[in-house]
């Protein structure tokens, strides 16, 4: 069993190759004595072995056969590609040895977290931001299941297709792991970052926050609350708070869009108290993985602060300073953004 699926704190940052870079760090910042919710990896090698034992890597391989030459595939046509991909697998039933484990992993995380509510997300071998799909508030055994199977699928999105044909990569390429996570009840979340991405200074820390759960600010689909911080005093130098007018909560089964009361849309959605906190894990996050890094968090409305502060994801920050671009370049990225 543990060939295949592993608890977070089995894991550090080594073992990128092994469940994918998303768990593996999460693994290593539970060793680190960070606060990162409960859940499990499961296994790249158990994707793989998914789609050999149900005959989906042959039928897969036939069904991307006659597009060896990428550079004449119409965007139609790789609809099509991944539309007939994702189905055959969403569609092909899991073993039920396969089934049975991740059954058994969620029961546990479900005993060991006091809840059956967790997100299912996706963790491939290289970052790929908003790449593949996550599920939030998923709940349980036949959801988590299908759950997994939606997240291996989205290895084959248009726009994950696209990706790989921009960069000259096989179309088979990005085998992915998953993390199946203890869900956190987000009173507030957003992303932190130990550089700033536009002009690369690395003095200042800047925060994004808003009411809900995170997507309400990766998604970048609503107005945030945005902070910049001196890293090394953690004193605040900038606020900006937004008109949060829509914020992602929870449902009874997944998650939805939901308007924020208008006495709260003005209102920042972190304390000072809770700012500086999350700038200080940052911190913390940029020393023990040596460079600058771009996290997720979120707090917990039903736990008392600062225990309820939860970290949900690092990786290595990108700064994206303006560059001139060749035509081609620019024509790959316009049909890398048709996706999006």
Known sequence: MGAWIFWFE???????????????????MRR?????PEGFAISIGLYREFLKGTGLADEIGK?????????????????????????AIEQREMPRWMREIIIAHYNRLCERSGTESVSVRSAGVESRPGMFETYLNVKGEDEVVEKVK?????????RALAYRMKMGLPLLGDELGV?????????????GFTVDPITGDTSKVIVESNWGLGEG????????????????????????????????????SGVAWEEVPEERQGLPSLTDEQLVEVARLARKLEASFGCPQDMEWAIDGQTPFPEGLFLLQTRNAKVCMRVTKSTTERIADMITRRFA
């Open 63 to 87: 069904l991307v056969g006659p597009f060896g030459d990428l550079s004449t595939v119409k965007v139609s046509l790789l609809d099509e590609l991944s539309a007939k991909i994702r189905r």
């Open 150 to 158: 939606k997240v291996w699928g989205s290895a084959f999105t248009s």
């Open 217 to 252: 600010v990766v998604s970048g689909a609503e107005s945030v609350d945005r902070f910049v911080l001196q890293k090394e005093s953690l004193s605040i130098l900038e606020r900006s708070i937004g008109k949060k007018r829509k914020a992602v909560v929870p449902k009874q």
């Open 10 to 28: 089995e894991l550090d940052s080594k073992d990128n190759e092994l469940v994918g870079k998303k768990c593996a760090n999460l693994g290593a």
């Open 32 to 36: 680190m004595g960070l606060p990162v």
């Open 179 to 191: 993390a199946v996570v203890r869900m956190v009840r987000a009173l507030c979340s957003g992303i």
